[in-house]
């Protein structure tokens, strides 16, 4: 009897995150406001499946910002009740759907009222906790600030408002979790600011060069500052010296130069100019190579060429050939390599070719074989020697990704404009490309 009890319990959890048998889902974000909270407590899901306790179900990341963030892999596979815990307390929503709440449909208004979250709803919700409406709003303009695992003496900010004296603005409040607190009247007029750490003021014009959005207010040179509009909400978060999260990660470019022979310089160039003199310099390695550390990676897509004593490669040919390291191309007059978010942190190439210096395939170009037929194709796409535990992508001329999954034997492309694409297979750090035709 307890044999068949735990088989149907277990029976009923596949049903609700989706067999592990079927092909990957997309997975849900939950994401809880907990009011007044800066961060800090434990926050965590309950519902039928863990017996409706509140210290049971899974904890949600803590986003030190008074939010908490639920990522269930893949979506449930039906409809899921639940209900959020803070510290072990579990919301009771009653009273807020008697008052005309929506936001716990499951209810008989008396003795329980679950939130629900049904397979037709969107992957990406938000909530708070204990209520169906917002957050009562502040009258103050409160800036929070991350100082990515800093433990500074001082934090503030500055601005036309002060002269931009790193001295000048006001000083931020230490909330005890790693970020600090300004707290203003709301300006009548768009501010802009930036935030001093112990007297250093950050520097985001590199941040706006790579694709950042953080500091609007720039000429991608000289200055780049943030600034909050009038129609901006009342509560900023934002992270110093840096246009994405602490925890995004680096990103490491490393190339191989072929004939060393008198090579003083070598540089990361892009736009917005593709000028040599304010390229990335990459640090010699000693042994070929030379390397360059974004730190963070950059936030957007990324287009570079390298340039070895300010001779840019020249890629266009190879291009046109059917190689793929330069997808950004208009087959005649360029050919710029591309960092995309989704691929590895460690980008491996060889200077003014997508071979190796052996003539062979690129680092970054095959690692592993496979293959895809026909090619030109009209229908489907066929695949053999596909490597297990890969996803596949399907990429424009211009490296939209078009189409994404688990890869089969066979993809049906048929709807595809006529033109030329990259077929891309991703997996255990690992990523091999090959272009096709569509026609």
Excluded: H
């Excluded at 709440?101 to 629900?116: I, Q, W």
């Excluded at 490669?313 to 360029?334: F, H, K, R, W």
């Amino acid at each position: 009897m307890i044999f068949k009890s735990t088989f149907f319990r277990f029976l009923a959890f596949l049903i609700l995150i989706g067999s592990p048998f079927a092909l990957k889902a997309q997975d849900l974000v939950i994401t809880t406001q907990v009011c007044g909270n800066t961060g800090g407590s434990t926050v965590r899901m309950t519902g039928p499946f863990w017996g409706w306790d509140p210290n049971a179900g899974p904890v949600a990341v803590d986003n030190s910002n008074g939010t908490y963030t639920f990522t269930l892999s893949p979506a449930p596979g039906a409809d899921m009740e639940y209900l959020i815990s803070v510290d072990g307390v579990q919301e009771n929503l009653i009273s807020a759907m008697q008052n005309g709440g929506t936001c716990a449909p499951v209810t008989d208004y008396s003795n329980y009222a679950n939130r629900k979250w049904a397979t037709t709803d969107p992957l990406s919700i938000s909530n708070v906790y204990g209520q169906c409406g917002p957050c009562a709003v502040s009258n103050n303009l409160e800036l929070i600030i991350d100082v990515c695992g800093a433990l500074p003496n001082e934090v503030r900010i500055t601005g036309p408002f002060w002269g931009w004296d790193p001295a000048g603005g006001p000083i931020a409040s230490d909330n005890g979790n790693g970020t600090w607190s300004v707290t203003l009247t709301p300006p009548t007029a768009d501010m802009q600011y930036l935030v001093i750490v112990d007297g250093v003021q950050e520097n985001l014009i590199q941040d706006m060069v790579n694709g950042g959005s953080c500091a609007p207010i720039t000429d991608y040179f000289s200055y780049a500052n943030r600034v909050w509009l009038t129609t901006d909400p009342l509560t900023v978060n934002v992270n110093y010296d840096r246009c994405v999260p602490c925890s995004y990660p680096d990103l490491t470019i490393t190339t191989t130069v072929c004939d060393t022979n008198g090579v003083s310089a070598v540089k990361i160039i892009g736009p917005p100019n593709w000028d040599w003199n304010i390229g990335k310099t990459m640090t010699n390695n000693g042994d070929g190579t030379w390397s360059y550390t974004y730190s963070p990676a950059p936030s957007d897509t990324v287009e570079y060429l390298i340039s070895v004593d300010q001779v840019a490669e020249n890629l266009v040919q190879e291009m046109v050939n059917g190689a793929t390291c330069a997808p950004s191309t208009d087959y005649s007059s360029y050919a710029n390599r591309r960092w995309v978010l989704t691929d590895p942190a460690n980008v491996n190439n060889t200077y003014n070719t997508c071979l190796d210096c052996n003539g062979g395939a690129g680092i970054d170009e095959l690692g592993f074989e496979f293959a895809i037929y026909p090619n030109p194709s009209s229908g489907n796409l066929y695949l053999s020697e596909i490597p297990t535990g890969f996803t596949y992508s399907i990429y424009n001329a211009v490296g939209k990704m078009l189409i994404s999954g688990n890869p089969s034997t066979s993809i049906d492309v048929s709807a595809l404009s006529n033109g030329i694409y990259f077929f891309e297979l991703a997996g255990n750090g690992k990523v091999g490309r090959i272009s096709f035709i569509k026609n």
